[in-house]
């Protein structure tokens, strides 16, 4: 769980240059980056309300092995 002073510094960042919130949260290769770039490039707000959305709901570190997992084939 991040400090609450690193949140807040997000949400800034996220207010100025959505990506740039989404990439210190998530990181610059994750879905939620390319989702955020393109929201923003749609539309200033989208990007903003997106990026904030992510910043506060989302926590990395739950999914981050779904993305990382192996799948076998039987």
Do not use: K, Q, W
């Not at 990506?19 to 903003?48: A, D, S």
């Amino acid at each position: 769980m991040a400090s609450s002073c690193c949140i807040c510094c997000e949400i800034l960042l996220a207010i100025l240059l959505p990506p740039l919130g989404v990439c210190l949260r998530h990181g610059c290769c994750t879905v939620e980056f390319f989702i955020c770039l393109i929201l923003t490039c749609l539309g200033y707000l989208p990007g903003i309300i997106y990026a904030i959305y992510t910043i506060l709901c989302m926590n990395p570190d739950e999914y981050s092995d779904e993305y990382t997992r192996i799948y076998y084939v039987a």
